[in-house]
């Protein structure tokens, strides 16, 4: 599997007024489909028969400002707790990411759309961090969001991290000062936030 860093220019402010907000019109703007795929992360872990959950339900939750609520009672096999919630931990993710791509918009220097960065964000960030409540998942995706006035801090942290990880390597890392280069410069025109998902 082939993974990639998404960067994501959005309004943090949109994105974290749907926690607990109770406005359900925003799960309009969401596909079918995509919460069928979101489904297949937890199918396998948890009894989704009973209707108690799915990932229309943790949007749900994201909008009612519930999503430490806890599903162990529908685990499929009590000794895999750690992982299944881990599980439900990546589809809260996803939809946070969805959140931040109706607020905005992906960005990307390549014209050929060819990934920026890495293929792993923890080359250079390795916490988690989004704009409201929500479980971290133990695998993927990994995110952290950036907000506009921290920018100067997090490029400067940014280059610094990746200058050292990549000192033997020229090439690669001009490519990747130009990606820093690129996203944080796209973060002062625009006055919006910036949003990390690695998948």
Known sequence: MS??????????????GVYGSND???????????????DAFIEDR??????ELSSKKLLENIICGTT??????????????K???SALAAVY???????CLIYGKTINRNKDSWPMFTAYLDEFETRCRAFFKIPYSLDFPHIFCVLYEERD???????EKLTKRYAEDKATLAELLKDIEFVFDQMKETGLDLFFCNS
């Open 83 to 85: 992982f299944s919630n």
């Open 24 to 38: 359900f019109s925003v799960m309009e703007k969401f596909c079918e489909d995509e919460f069928y795929e979101y």
């Open 68 to 81: 430490d609520k806890s599903y162990n009672h529908l685990l499929l096999n009590k000794e895999d707790e």
């Open 46 to 51: 948890f009894d989704l028969e009973t209707g």
């Open 93 to 99: 993710s996803y939809l946070h990411r969805d959140l």
């Open 3 to 16: 993974y990639q860093i998404q960067a994501i220019l959005t309004d943090g402010r949109k994105v974290r």
């Open 153 to 159: 801090v997090y490029k400067q942290l940014y280059t």
